[in-house]
């Protein structure tokens, strides 16, 4: 850590080091720039790399696999790199903050449950990784404004960007989201009101109906968006 031009500049920088008995060695750096306008209003500036060392899944924990076997494929780490930028600026009635970020991640961990034996034909499940990286891009604001002495309204949107191979991802999720939260406090009262607004997925894209298609039990097929 360091602060520079009187304090209006800080840097922090960290470098973390793992050596996993499964992935071997696994290097993970960042660094956070944070820059002061004015004392109500900064910037920061976040680039680095995480990263998950999948040794199992959700269904594979908790015996939902309706096959013989899990083989295991898989020998890298998932590594993310990441950029983010956020713009906060906050006063006694009125505060914004507005975010950018992006983050690619190689060697994804994959679940597929639909293989079979090439022996004995019986079901089994491959633990693989992605051959492709999946990258996600977000923009995200907040606006905060102060209605009443002890009444507060935040208006809040995002938007989301995936894009990856079709199938990749284990669940559809919404690329926008808009909500509107009041918030009052007053001695011992406090309540909190919150209206959300979901927009559609992309069900045939996150679930590769091109190649798997998918129906409904009366033999229709699924809707392409939620």
Known sequence: YHAFFNGRLELHGSVRHDDNNVFSRITTPRLNLLWHHTPRMNSRLA???????????FEQDHGILATTRIDRVID???????ASYTFSSGGEHCSVVLSASYNR??????????????????PITLFTQSKDPLT?????????WKLAQHL???????????????GTLS????????YLRLDYESGPWTGMLRSTWTGPMDLAKFYDYANHPRYNFD????????
């Open 171 to 178: 669940f559809a999720r919404p690329e926008e989201r808009a």
């Open 136 to 144: 996600v891009k977000g923009l995200d604001g907040t606006l905060t």
């Open 47 to 57: 680039v680095g790399r995480g990263f998950r060392v999948p040794t199992s899944f």
């Open 219 to 226: 033999g229709t097929r699924k809707m392409d968006k939620s």
């Open 152 to 166: 507060e309204g935040t208006l809040g949107a995002e938007r989301y960007l995936y894009d990856f191979t079709p």
């Open 105 to 122: 991640i190689h060697n994804f961990a994959l679940l597929d449950s639909g293989a079979t034996d090439p022996v004995t034909g019986a």
């Open 76 to 82: 890298k780490a998932e590594t993310s790199d990441n």
